[in-house]
T-cell receptor
Framework: AQSVAQPEDQVNVAEGNPLTVKCTYSVSGNPYLFWYVQYPNRGLQFLLKYITGDNLVKGSYGFEAEFNKSQTSFHLKKPSALVSDSALYFCAVRDSNKAAGNKLTFGGGTRVLVKP | DAGITQSPRHKVTETGTPVTLRCHQTENHRYMYWYRQDPGHGLRLIHYSYGVKDTDKGEVSDGYSVSRSKTEDFLLTLESATSSQTSVYFC??????????????FGSGTRLTVV
């Protein structure tokens, strides 16, 4: 079975400081990894994904994430956080093995609060 | 979100009544999913479909059924609503490749309250 862990329920950071949201995963095959963001009373918006290739993935709004196979991690980062980055962030994984089914499994979410 | 709509957006219903939520897509994607979102649990998969009339259970399928008679529509039915099914329900679509803009596109959600 595939799973995702986001160890922090909330991350607090001052505006202008670096932001990191942690994610670790477990799949039997190779992972497809995703980050989504959710603003209040909204659906999920795609930020970035790792399918294959370069371990450092760049996405929307200045976010990036680094795939680390040995640590089974896919941490989300932003060099300089903005107050508008305050939201709920979800990491998700899908097993690239088709036999596992095309199902996306989410972590519990991390709330990011960026203070002015 | 473009290409996927959910209805209704909000619903209040009484315990024991049946409820049907609708997801409609215009992307002709093969895969459709129903998730529920609850605080502390993230999104959990209820049911999914990998083609017309082809569906399978997710991790929290008890008390829910689904139907997909057309590519574009995926219905989620709460057969007899309970208070534990108060949640926000999201539909998602995928072309199955893991690629595309984000692999999965989500609807705006349906907020269901069972009283």
């Amino acid at each position: 079975a595939q799973s995702v862990a986001q160890p922090e329920d909330q991350v607090n950071v001052a505006e202008g400081n670096p932001l990191t949201v942690k994610c670790t995963y477990s799949v039997s095959g190779n992972p497809y990894l995703f980050w989504y963001v959710q603003y209040p009373n909204r659906g999920l918006q795609f930020l970035l994904k790792y399918i294959t290739g370069d371990n450092l993935v760049k996405g929307s709004y200045g976010f990036e994430a680094e795939f680390n196979k040995s640590q089974t991690s896919f941490h989300l980062k932003k060099p300089s956080a903005l107050v508008s980055d305050s939201a709920l962030y979800f990491c998700a994984v899908r097993d690239s093995n088709k036999a596992a089914g095309n199902k996306l499994t989410f972590g519990g979410g991390t709330r990011v609060l960026v203070k002015p | 979100d473009a290409g996927i709509t959910q209805s209704p957006r909000h619903k209040v219903t009484e315990t024991g009544t049946p409820v049907t939520l609708r997801c409609h897509q215009t992307e002709n994607h093969r895969y459709m999913y129903w998730y529920r979102q609850d605080p502390g649990h993230g999104l959990r998969l209820i049911h999914y479909s990998y083609g017309v009339k082809d569906t399978d259970k997710g991790e929290v399928s008890d008390g829910y059924s689904v139907s997909r008679s057309k590519t574009e529509d995926f219905l989620l039915t709460l057969e007899s609503a309970t208070s534990s099914q108060t949640s926000v329900y999201f539909c998602a679509i995928s072309d199955g490749t893991g690629g595309g803009l984000g692999g999965y596109t989500f609807g705006s959600g349906t907020r269901l309250t069972v009283v």
